[in-house]
């Protein structure tokens, strides 16, 4: 690793935040905010989801950002793999005992319309998870 350059970014991350404290601070307690409701979250209580629910759970996905619709998006993710499989293989990825990366391979395979883009942020919630 290249310490000096990770010692560059880090001190220009520093000042930036000084000189906008007020930013960082709010982006700051929306990670934690979105955090504590991914964290929230066992294996029985994402099965046990409504749809309204899951429409919450996925809207707070940072990939789920840029979608003015999101309740299109989630009607297309239940529509194509239907509501309770879609759960299975959400908590599988998330709650799973299998490697990972067996994991997130089986979840890209099964689950329709969900890119890596979105898969990825499922991982930032498992990684939000044991933090």
Excluded: C
């Amino acid at each position: 690793m290249d310490t000096q350059k990770l010692d560059a970014a880090i001190s220009e991350f520093i000042i930036k935040k000084k000189s906008n404290a007020a930013y960082y601070e709010e982006n700051w307690d929306e990670r934690k905010e979105r955090k504590e409701y991914y964290q929230s979250f066992t294996k029985d209580k994402l099965l046990a989801m409504t749809e309204e629910e899951f429409l919450e759970y996925i809207s707070k996905l940072w990939s789920m950002l840029i979608w003015g619709n999101k309740k299109y998006v989630v009607d297309k993710l239940i529509a194509d793999n239907g509501f309770a499989s879609l759960k299975k293989q959400l908590s599988e990825l998330l709650y799973g005992t299998s490697p990972i990366e067996k994991r997130w391979d089986l979840f890209l395979k099964f689950v329709k319309g969900m890119g890596q883009r979105q898969s990825v942020s499922f991982l930032h919630t498992l990684i939000l998870k044991n933090m």
